[in-house]
C-alpha cells in the first residue's frame, strides 16, 4: 500500500512538473504572438554590454521602429533603428548601415549587425528557435520586482557544459509584463571559448520603455533608403608591414615604472612585439596566448614585449593583473606604428638573435599560436 502510494505521488510530481515546464514555454510564446499581432511596434530600447575585462558596461538609447510581417523569412519583419552614432534599417532585402560621424554608409545582405539590431523580431525569431531545447531548459525564476511591480522572470539555458576543463554557458532571462506580456528586459549571458579560441565572458541587456503601437503616422520600411549626402567609406590602403629580414627598428618605449627602453638591448634573444590596444577583445585572446608561450620558450631565449602605443599605463597595469600577464608590457609614443607599421590590434612582430624581422602577423585568429610556435622552432 505505502509502495504504491510513493508511486502515484511521483507520478503526479513528474505530471504536474511536464505542466510548469509546458507553461513555461507558453509564457514567451505568448509574448511572440503580442509582438506579431501589432502592425508596428516602436520603442525604447537602452542597450549595456560588458565584457569581463572592461570596468563598465557600454550602453546606447536606441529608438526602435518595427513591422512585422509573416512573410518576412529572415528576420520577421522590417525595422529601423537609430542611435546615438549609428542607424540600422533592414527591408528585407538588404541592411543599409548609416554611420552619423562621418556621414558614410554600408549595405549588407546579414539582417543582423551586432547587438543593437537584436530588436524584438530578432528576439521573436530566436524565442521560436528554442523548441528543439528540452523543456527542462526552460525554468521560471522568481518574479523580478521593479517599483513595487512583479514581472515573470523565465530563463532559458542554452547550452551549460564543459569542454577542455572550460566551462561553457549560454543563457537568456526574458523578464515580461504580466499584463501585456512584453518583455521589459532581456538579459543573455555568455562565456566560454570564443572563434578565435580564446576565453570570454559578456553580458547583454535590454531594457524597454515608451511603447506604442499601430501608429497612424509610421515610417514606411518596406525600403531602407541611403541619404543623399551619405557617401561610401573612402578605400583603405592595406598596410605593408616590414619585410622579413628587414633589420629592426628602434622602439622608443617606456617601462611601467617610466624607464626608458629599446628594442635593440635584446639583440641576441628572439623577441616578439606584441602591439596592443586596451578594451580590445582579441587583445585579451592575445594575452592568453602570449603567456602560453612564455612559458614554452621563457628558458629557450625568447622574450615577448606588449606595446601600447594610445593607452596609458595607469590603464595597462590594471589590465596586466586582470589577466594575469606574464610578459612585461610598456607605452609609446604613436609615431611607432610607422616605425613598425601594422594594421589594427593586436599585430605582431618575431624578431631573430641577429634583430631581423622574421615574420609579421596581422590580428588574433585561431591557428595562430601554431604558427608562431612553428616559426620559433625554425629560429
Not at 546615438?84 to 527591408?91: H, L, P, Q, T
Not at 523580478?144 to 522572470?153: D, F, K, L, P
Not at 553580458?203 to 509610421?218: G, L, M, P, Q, V
Not at 621563457?298 to 589590465?319: C, E, R, S, T
Request: glycine letters at 6%.
Amino acid at each position: 500500500m505505502f509502495l504504491n502510494l510513493n508511486k502515484k505521488f511521483l507520478s503526479l510530481s513528474f505530471c504536474l512538473l511536464l505542466v510548469q515546464l509546458s507553461v513555461n514555454a507558453q509564457i514567451l510564446q505568448r509574448s511572440v504572438q503580442k509582438i506579431r499581432s501589432y502592425k508596428n511596434i516602436r520603442y525604447t530600447d537602452i542597450v549595456r554590454t560588458k565584457f569581463h575585462f572592461q570596468d563598465g558596461f557600454s550602453a546606447d538609447t536606441l529608438t526602435m521602429h518595427l513591422v512585422p510581417v509573416a512573410k518576412e523569412q529572415i528576420e520577421g519583419g522590417y525595422y529601423h533603428v537609430k542611435g546615438s552614432n549609428r542607424s540600422y534599417a533592414f527591408d528585407g532585402n538588404k541592411l543599409v548601415n548609416l554611420n552619423f560621424t562621418d556621414s558614410t554608409y554600408i549595405v549588407e545582405k546579414a539582417s543582423q549587425g551586432g547587438q543593437n539590431t537584436r530588436t524584438l523580431l530578432y528576439w521573436a525569431k530566436n524565442i521560436d528557435k528554442l523548441g528543439h531545447l528540452s523543456p527542462t531548459k526552460i525554468k521560471q525564476l522568481k518574479d523580478t520586482v521593479i517599483m513595487n511591480t512583479s514581472y515573470t522572470n523565465i530563463q532559458v539555458i542554452v547550452s551549460d557544459t564543459m569542454v577542455n576543463n572550460i566551462h561553457q554557458y549560454e543563457a537568456t532571462n526574458f523578464i515580461i509584463d504580466k499584463k501585456s506580456n512584453l518583455p521589459i528586459h532581456i538579459i543573455r549571458e555568455m562565456k566560454g571559448n570564443a572563434d578565435d579560441g580564446s576565453y570570454f565572458q559578456f553580458i547583454e541587456t535590454h531594457s524597454y520603455s515608451n511603447y506604442a503601437f499601430d501608429t497612424k503616422t509610421f515610417q514606411d520600411l518596406s525600403i531602407a533608403k541611403i541619404p543623399a549626402y551619405f557617401k561610401l567609406p573612402p578605400k583603405r590602403t592595406p598596410v605593408v608591414f616590414l619585410p622579413n629580414g628587414t633589420p629592426a627598428p628602434s622602439i622608443k618605449a617606456f617601462d611601467l615604472s617610466s624607464k626608458s627602453f629599446d628594442v635593440e638591448k635584446l639583440k641576441g634573444k628572439m623577441v616578439l612585439i606584441n602591439f596592443s590596444l586596451i578594451g580590445c577583445p582579441h587583445c585579451v585572446g592575445a594575452a592568453q596566448m602570449l603567456n602560453r608561450l612564455h612559458e614554452k620558450y621563457k628558458d629557450k631565449g625568447l622574450v615577448i614585449i606588449n606595446i601600447y602605443p594610445l593607452d596609458q599605463k595607469d590603464a595597462i597595469i590594471k589590465f596586466d593583473k586582470g589577466q594575469n600577464v606574464k610578459t612585461q608590457s610598456y607605452t609609446s609614443e604613436r609615431s611607432v606604428q610607422k616605425t613598425y607599421p601594422f594594421d589594427g590590434y593586436p599585430s605582431f612582430y618575431l624578431l631573430d638573435r641577429n634583430g631581423l624581422v622574421a615574420q609579421s602577423y596581422n590580428g588574433f585568429y585561431k591557428d595562430l599560436e601554431l604558427a608562431i610556435t612553428e616559426t620559433i622552432d625554425k629560429l
